[in-house]
């Protein structure tokens, strides 16, 4: 080993390395807002991250406390999550995704529906992870990735994959 260089390792246990988490967790997502959200079966806990906490009053369920998921397949056991940054968040499922307004932490109407169709060059189904890239919008001729989350900056065509041509802020 390298004099003064501490190894890190990886991966580590959910349990004992974030405070108050227990795993595994079905799927998780920045809010962008200091707080996280992990989802595991039917509930969900919205973790501090400055102060490393659950919030009081987690975990809650998912059915009741997230607009428009009642009655769909996101009442329970998601697939992954992924912060678009552009005030969505989408939610996969199987072959269905969601998109949820993070102001207002609602499923978006005409939701869920079938990735198949709607994400260029993406898993029709199955989706076991997802991240931002930092891609927020696939535009005629290129697309386009958050400027330090205050704006929007062009990409040419062919920098970097275009995997999502559902656009709506």
Known sequence: PLDGVIPLVYPRA?????????GPVDAAVNWG???????KGGEYIRHDIAA???DPGYPKPIKGNWG???GT????DLDATVNWGNGKVYWFKGDQYGRVDVATKALDPG?????????NGVF????????EWPMAAVAAGGF??????????????????????????
């Open 111 to 119: 939701y869920p529906r079938p990735i198949a169709g709607n994400w």
């Open 14 to 22: 959910i349990a004992g390395n974030w405070t108050g988490v227990t």
């Open 144 to 169: 386009n990735v958050p400027a330090n989350r205050s704006g929007q900056q062009a990409v040419p065509t062919g920098t970097a994959p275009a995997l999502h041509k559902e656009i709506s802020p």
């Open 33 to 39: 807002n200091g707080k996280a959200y992990l989802f």
């Open 52 to 54: 490393d906490t659950i």
């Open 68 to 70: 428009g998921v009642d």
């Open 124 to 131: 029709t189904s199955g989706i076991s992870a997802a991240v």
């Open 73 to 76: 397949i996101f009442e329970s």
